[in-house]
């Protein structure tokens, strides 16, 4: 009888342990749950910053932007300065390079639409070729009909 009393003290003991290990695997596994569900935590957790301004985005483009042509990753508001807004950039933005983006895949974030952009873009210089090309013809037309206006004996033939 003496034996059965002390058999128990240990059983209690591996009872609490295997509670506290069950107990421990599942914050574990729960924790696991709230990333894959996207809960504001992990996703602030996979949030990187942004190399010039140092805040915390889900979306990095990577792009050189000085005359050290080192990989920078910038946010949408800094890869703007950087840039222009343009993806390609352009003449006033020398060294700037795209390099692609970063995205926290834990959040719900969309990819920017540069296709807007470069519509915009390319009808403006359609209007300002257009524009030019307008002025061109109408200095030809007035030349020419002034041309007609003269009679055939003073233009020479």
Same mark, same amino acid.
């Given at each position: 009888?003496?034996?059965?009393?002390?058999?128990?003290?240990? +059983?209690?003991?591996?009872?609490? +342990?295997?509670?506290?290990?069950?107990?421990?695997?599942?914050?574990?596994?729960? +924790?696991?749950?709230?990333?894959? !569900?996207?809960?504001?935590?992990?996703?602030?957790?996979?949030?990187?910053?942004? @190399? #010039?301004?140092?805040?915390?985005?889900?979306?990095?483009?990577?792009?050189?932007? @000085?005359?050290?042509?080192?990989?920078?990753?910038?946010?949408?508001?800094?890869?703007?300065?950087?840039?222009?807004?343009?993806? @390609? %950039?352009?003449?006033?933005?020398?060294?700037?390079?795209?390099?692609?983006?970063?995205?926290?895949?834990?959040?719900? #974030?969309?990819?920017?639409?540069?296709?807007?952009?470069? #519509?915009?873009?390319?009808?403006?210089?359609?209007?300002?070729?257009?524009?030019?090309?307008?002025?061109?013809? !109408?200095?030809?037309?007035?030349?020419?009909?002034?041309?007609?206006? +003269?009679?055939?004996? !003073?233009?020479? %033939?």
């Amino acid at each position: 009888q003496e034996a059965e009393p002390q058999s128990e003290g240990p +059983l209690l003991s591996k009872q609490e +342990l295997r509670k506290a290990r069950k107990q421990a695997q599942r914050a574990r596994k729960a +924790l696991k749950r709230a990333q894959r !569900a996207g809960s504001p935590e992990a996703v602030a957790a996979k949030q990187k910053p942004c @190399d #010039i301004c140092s805040k915390r985005v889900d979306l990095l483009v990577r792009c050189t932007v @000085d005359p050290s042509r080192a990989w920078k990753m910038l946010c949408g508001r800094c890869w703007k300065d950087a840039s222009g807004g343009v993806p @390609d %950039g352009d003449a006033d933005h020398p060294y700037y390079r795209y390099g692609g983006l970063w995205k926290n895949r834990a959040a719900k #974030i969309s990819t920017p639409n540069f296709g807007q952009a470069l #519509i915009a873009a390319a009808q403006k210089k359609e209007e300002a070729t257009a524009s030019e090309g307008e002025a061109s013809e !109408a200095s030809e037309s007035e030349s020419e009909s002034e041309a007609e206006a +003269l009679p055939a004996a !003073a233009r020479g %033939g």
